[in-house]
């Protein structure tokens, strides 16, 4: 699935420029360090985490898109930082939990750390 199919399929919006990688599989995880050791190219990566290593670990890990839940805020900054490094980032209402049972119900597999 594209990043942009899937932000028809669930309620997200895009906070930074739409960049329509392909989505293999999501993480959920507020711990960089599980990105890193479990994190795979083409995941959608949902946190609630909101800094620049965000976007740094997303870009080592070739994460395909970030998911901030629980209506968090973004800093201009980062969302710069995730333009230059071409990953979406995308903000939901929902918490982590409701917003992966939202993927998994459309057949994107939730990898566990």
Not at 4 to 24: G, P, R, S, Y
Not at 67 to 87: G, K
Request: with cysteine; glycine share 8%; aromatic share 6%.
């Amino acid at each position: 699935m594209q990043v942009t199919e899937l932000m028809k399929k669930v309620d997200m919006k895009a906070l930074n420029q739409i960049f329509d990688k392909k989505i293999v599989g999501g993480l959920v995880t507020d711990i960089v360090g599980d990105v890193m050791t479990s994190g795979q190219a083409g995941n959608i990566w949902v946190t609630t985490q909101t800094d620049k290593m965000v976007v740094a670990v997303a870009n080592l890990m070739g994460i395909a898109a970030i998911v901030i839940t629980e209506d968090r805020n973004v800093d201009s900054e980062v969302l710069q930082l995730a333009d230059n490094a071409q990953i979406t980032m995308f903000s939901t209402a929902k918490t982590s939990w409701g917003f992966i049972t939202g993927l998994c119900a459309l057949g994107i597999r939730i990898s566990p750390y």
